[in-house]
Structure formats: C-alpha cells, structure tokens
C-alpha cells in the first residue's frame, strides 16, 4: 500500500548537486513549503508518528534554521512549548552554549539557559539528518540543562553517515530516507 503524503513529500524535495560545496547532494525542503498543504500534513504525520511511539513532551527543540520551521508546529499541534536553538549572538539573554561538527565544517549552538526546567522531557525536530553533529549539540543542550531527550524528528534521512550510531541512544525517526 503506497503512501500518497510522503509521495508528495518526496516529489517535493530538490536535489542540488554539490551545494554548499563539491560532492554534497543537498536535499532542499523549500519547495515543500510552497506546497499548499503539504506543511501541514507532514505536521500532522509527525503528530500521529509521536503518539506511535509513545513520546510525549513538554517541549519541542528546534535548531536554527528549518527546526524552526517545524517545531512550532508540532508543538502547537501537541499542545507543548517551544525552543528555538540557535547560531551565537541572536538569543537577548543568558545562554548555554555547544560547539560542534557538521557534514562540511563546525559550528557553535545556544539556548536560553532558562528555556528547560530540569526534568522536562523533550523532543528535537529538524528537517535532515546528516551526521548527527547538530542534534547532538541540540542534546548536549537540553541534557546539561536537566532535560529527558525523549527522541529526534527529522523529515530526511541521509543514511550510510553513521548518524544513529553518532546521536546513540537516542532514537531518532525519519519521514524519508536518502541515500548519503
């Protein structure tokens, strides 16, 4: 039985060969965007997805940029809050901050150091998984903050990077699957 909302999913996503830089297939989510709909089904799929899996937060993370995309989303939809992660120097007060590596280089997080009580649960939301550098940053976050990382949410998967095994043991579950 075929699945007519990740068809769409899937039929909307570009691939730009070598974007940002040589040998990197960069899967582009904006034209899903543009989708009349289409935003709001893939919502609805990660909604019914978490309830599958018995995850129930308090709070959605979502990195900059396209966690912010679909995490305030999902956390309106499940009624929870939300927490924006983000590149340094965009956030008024206090931080934490991680830095960490990425499929082409590194880069340094921050989050509100009052944004997580601790013993909430949470769940992080991107668009792609690559290697697992940002999530994990994202999950150094939230755990040196108190928090229960209850799992990762991404629409795409780019699989052979060894991501799950970088991101271990926190479970991770895509819509779609490329390959790296």
């Not at 009349?36 to 978490?50: A, K, N, Y």
């Not at 993370?61 to 939300?82: K, S, V, Y």
Request: with cysteine.
């Amino acid at each position: 039985m075929g699945d007519e909302m990740l068809d769409r999913l899937r039929s909307s996503i570009r691939t730009v060969p070598d974007f940002p830089i040589e040998g990197i297939m960069f899967r582009d989510i904006t034209p899903l965007l543009g989708e009349p709909g289409l935003l709001s089904e893939v919502t609805q799929r990660l909604v019914e997805d978490i309830a599958r899996l018995g995850w129930e937060p308090d709070l959605i993370i979502g990195p900059e940029a396209r966690g912010f995309i679909f995490g305030p989303l999902l956390a309106d939809r499940l009624g929870c809050g939300f927490v924006p992660v983000r590149k340094p120097g965009k956030l008024p007060s206090s931080t934490r901050r991680v830095e960490y590596s990425l499929e082409y280089g590194s880069n340094v997080l921050e989050m509100h150091e009052d944004a997580i009580q601790p013993g909430q649960e949470v769940l992080i939301i991107d668009d792609l998984l690559a290697t697992g550098g940002t999530i994990s940053a994202c999950v150094r976050l939230c755990e040196e903050a108190g928090a229960k990382v209850l799992g990762a949410l991404f629409l795409i998967e780019l699989v052979g990077l060894g991501a799950r095994e970088a991101i271990s043991p926190i479970q991770a579950h895509a819509l779609l699957e490329y390959p790296a």
